[in-house]
């Protein structure tokens, strides 16, 4: 069963435009990561995210906790064809993670 | 460099047989996990360590055995390979399993079992 629920499933852009991803559970978590992952390669950490509310940012990435910490978004400001990978989110509970959003940035 | 190191990067298995995915990490991490990641599915655990000695079963260990006898290494072995277990499996290692740690993977074993 899948504790994390990430949409959309697939997601394909134009360089320039922004995207939104999402990561949502029933549960409350006390912490959740975002990983992108590229092909052939291993999830890489690209931030934690811990008190309900928080926003940081990564460049033009944006991470947001929901206030009640069972949600998050990440935001991409004028995607680049280097964003394209699978990006997952993770939490602490059960060492789970979501079955990820694919994003591809056309040039 | 400094991380998580897998080996081998691919191989093919005939049914019934066994065989060891070896990983290495060289950043005196304590706990240590293993994934296998299946399109649509995500990273599912197979199993994990939280130290030399200590390791425990994640959400999908049928078929597969771990231990843990020195903290850089975390080897995973299938007994007796099934096509099911035709995935590509990730080591992944981190400081702490507690909050906000984050992991870090090496870059995977693609495993056909045939």
């Known amino acids: 069963t899948q504790l994390l629920e990430q949409s959309p499933q697939f997601l394909s852009i134009q360089e320039g435009e922004n995207l939104t991803v999402y990561c949502n559970s029933s549960s409350v978590f006390s912490s959740l990561q975002w990983y992108r992952q590229e092909p052939g390669e291993g999830p890489v950490l690209l931030v934690t995210?811990?008190?309900?509310?928080e926003v940081k940012k990564l460049k033009r990435l944006t991470f947001q906790f929901g206030d009640a910490r069972k949600d998050s978004s990440l935001h991409i400001t004028a995607a680049q064809p280097g964003d394209t990978g699978l990006y997952l989110c993770s939490n602490d509970y059960k060492l789970s993670f979501g079955a990820g959003t694919t994003v591809t940035v056309r040039a | 460099n400094a991380g998580v190191t897998q080996t081998p990067k691919f191989q093919v298995l005939k049914t019934g047989q066994s065989m060891t995915l070896q990983c290495a990490q060289d950043m005196n991490h304590e706990y240590m996990s293993w994934y296998r990641q299946d399109p649509g599915m995500g990273l599912r655990l197979i199993h994990y360590s939280v130290g030399a000695g200590i390791t425990d079963q994640g959400e999908v260990p049928n078929g597969y055995n771990v231990s843990r006898s020195t903290t850089e290494d975390f080897p995973l072995r299938l007994l007796s390979a099934a096509p099911s277990q035709t995935s590509v499996y990730f080591c992944a290692s981190s400081y702490s399993k507690s909050v906000g740690y984050g992991y870090t993977f090496g870059s995977g074993t693609r495993l056909t079992v045939v």
């Open positions: 995210v811990v008190t309900g509310g």
